[in-house]
């Protein structure tokens, strides 16, 4: 129901030692494939003017 701000970080000794990777486990459920987030779309999911995006 509240927007979401995600900070990430990472400390330099990590990335020397290999620590820094990334890995996505899998999509989330509302992904679509193709879709081009504009800031008046994003504008509209933070709103929740948008029911299902084109």
């Known amino acids: 129901e509240r927007p979401v701000r995600l900070i990430s970080a990472i400390n330099r000794i990590y990335e020397k030692f290999g620590?820094?990777?990334?890995?996505?486990?899998?999509?989330?459920?509302?992904?679509?494939?193709?879709?081009?987030?504009?800031?008046?779309?994003i504008q509209q999911y933070l709103t929740k003017k948008v029911s299902e995006p084109a």
Request: net charge negative; no cysteine; aromatic share 4%.
């Open 19 to 41: 620590l820094n990777d990334l890995e996505q486990i899998e999509d989330a459920p509302e992904y679509k494939p193709g879709l081009i987030l504009t800031p008046e779309l």
